[in-house]
């Protein structure tokens, strides 16, 4: 594993050891993450290498239970929810069923009243199905995927009646489930399965039944489609009419992706620029926990302290260019882009942390954390001036030429060596005597380590 090289003796680097590769990273990028925290935290180096795979498990099981349908339907009307209540339970029936019947599908279904012409309930379609559709087809070797798709299922058709049959019933996550369908057809066999018929418009049609019936599962996705011409033409207007469906009903992707359509950062989106109401709909978003949403916020933060005009379209929510500093590093938490780096396998989530754990560490040089009990004892207004100053050093473009560690002081070096260091910690800079006697008094006498 490649260390992080540094300059101060007083932190150990630990030897170098194996680091396996964990949920969506490379063993190199896994090797380079456990060397920044490690870096950021010494202690960390006991528990290598077994702490972040492990870790990444973990995450991944909290990541699955916050974004799991269930959890996003909480706030939507009791009828959704309790749909994929029950579609979950029907699930898990469907697999004791099997189990205790050798896998044996018609002996599974033999109690199921799935006559055409009678009277059937939700329940018994639903199973049946999920027990007849779940039959894959074998596969002609290791490269095909298509075989995988639940459309290549011999008994796709008679288990897509079925759910139709429930959707008829009343049962809106019956055409979600047949929209998704046509979307692993999609993701799995590119249309195979069903020549000359495209997958990605049968899902858009199937999800729009839903939909127009209130599912706000269904109304997320259309609007997703519509705002990205899947199946379907572009159409943003009516993709945010249909996201405000589901965000009537609480659903936080609908929240984040209408966050990010009144960004206007696309040529289709510009004429609905409006950082106002952006801001708005990532806040929305984040409080209903969608990690997504406050690194968005965090870096449309950070965009704010290089960008006046930008500010004064988002109604200036900071009082200077240090206080969008400050919130978009408070906002672009690292946990948040470990759980899209490991468990999404997020590529520019993984860069964004490798930089925010090399923040942590420019800032752990600056206050190292042995002085910390001290950094308890200055008054509120001392920590919010040192944790500005930390703020200002941790940002990527202040890490090679020093900015004067004086608060009240903006001045940065032309030239790499220019500002003289503290010659105590040799941690901080100043570009005068004058700057350095004001820090002084300001708080660093309390955090200064000879």
């Not at 559709?133 to 058709?157: I, K, Q, T, W, Y």
């Not at 379907?232 to 929240?255: M, R």
């Amino acid at each position: 594993m490649a260390q992080v090289q540094t300059t101060d003796p007083n932190i150990d680097v630990a030897p170098a050891q194996e680091v396996p590769a964990f949920l969506g990273l490379t063993q190199q990028q896994s090797g380079l993450l456990v060397a920044l925290y490690n870096e950021s935290d010494p202690e960390f180096a006991k528990q290598l290498p077994t702490a972040m795979p492990v870790a990444a498990q973990q995450l991944a099981a909290e990541f699955e239970k916050r974004n799991s349908v269930g959890k996003k339907l909480e706030r939507a009307q009791d009828k959704y929810a309790e749909e994929y209540k029950l579609f979950e339970q029907v699930q898990q029936e469907a697999v004791e069923r099997l189990s205790k019947t050798d896998m044996n599908i018609d002996e599974a279904a033999k109690d199921l009243n799935l006559d055409e012409s009678a009277q059937c309930s939700i329940h018994d379609l639903l199973l049946g199905s999920l027990l007849y559709g779940g039959l894959r087809r074998e596969p002609s070797g290791p490269d095909d995927r298509a075989s995988l798709s639940p459309v290549a299922s011999p008994n796709f058709e008679g288990a897509k009646r079925l759910l139709e049959r429930t959707f008829d019933l009343g049962y809106t996550m019956a055409a979600v489930q047949i929209g998704s369908f046509y979307m692993q057809e999609e993701k799995l066999a590119a249309g195979k399965n069903i020549p000359g018929h495209d997958p990605k418009k049968l899902a858009y049609t199937w999800y729009a039944k839903a939909a127009d019936q209130g599912n706000p599962m269904a109304c997320h996705k259309i609007g997703y489609f519509l705002e990205n011409g899947i199946g379907c033409t572009l159409d943003v207007t009516k993709a945010i009419e249909y996201y405000q469906k589901a965000l009537d009903q609480g659903y936080p992707d609908t929240a984040h992706n209408l966050g990010l359509i009144y960004q206007g950062n696309t040529p289709q989106t510009v004429p609905f620029k409006d950082i106002k109401k952006s801001i708005e709909f990532l806040e929305r978003a984040k409080q209903w926990g969608f990690a997504a949403s406050a690194n968005a916020l965090g870096r449309l933060y950070l965009l704010m302290s290089k960008d006046e005009k930008l500010a004064e379209e988002a109604g200036n929510p900071g009082s200077d260019k240090d206080d969008y500093i400050i919130n978009g590093i408070d906002l672009m938490e690292a946990q948040n882009y470990m759980e899209l780096a490991l468990v999404r396998g997020n590529v520019e989530a993984y860069t964004y942390l490798v930089r925010i754990l090399r923040a942590k560490m420019a800032a752990r040089v600056a206050l190292e954390n042995e002085n910390f009990e001290n950094f308890e004892k200055l008054s509120a207004a001392e920590k919010e001036k040192l944790i500005r100053q930390l703020a200002k050093d941790a940002t990527p473009e202040n890490i090679k030429h020093a900015i004067c560690a004086n608060p009240a002081c903006d001045k940065k070096e032309q030239n790499a060596g220019d500002f003289k260091r503290c010659g105590q910690c040799q941690r901080v800079s100043y570009c005068s005597r004058e700057c350095q006697k004001d820090h002084w008094k300001a708080g660093h006498k309390v955090v200064c380590k000879r």
